[in-house]
């Protein structure tokens, strides 16, 4: 369980700390304020940075990871 979260600079949230969470947290707003972008980071992080996770968020939104060919 996440006692507390820091987001830095992941989409539109430049600086989000929630320094104690509980077991149970509601997240609430207007739309386009980054209630998705804090479940996508806690998604990242809960998966380790898996790369197929990161994938699998940015298929759902329509874009995809530009790899960069020298």
Known sequence: ???SLYI???RNLKQLKINSLG??????GKN?????SILEAIAI????????IVNELLKER??????SVN
Do not use: D
């Not at 077991?23 to 609430?28: G, V």
């Not at 386009?32 to 998705?36: A, D, E, F, I, L």
């Not at 329509?62 to 790899?67: I, N, P, Q």
């Open 23 to 28: 077991n149970i947290n509601l997240i609430t």
């Open 62 to 67: 329509g874009e995809s990871l530009k790899s």
């Open 8 to 10: 830095n600079n992941y």
């Open 45 to 52: 992080y809960a998966s380790g940075a898996n790369m197929q």
């Open 1 to 3: 369980m996440l006692k």
């Open 32 to 36: 386009n304020p980054g209630k998705s």
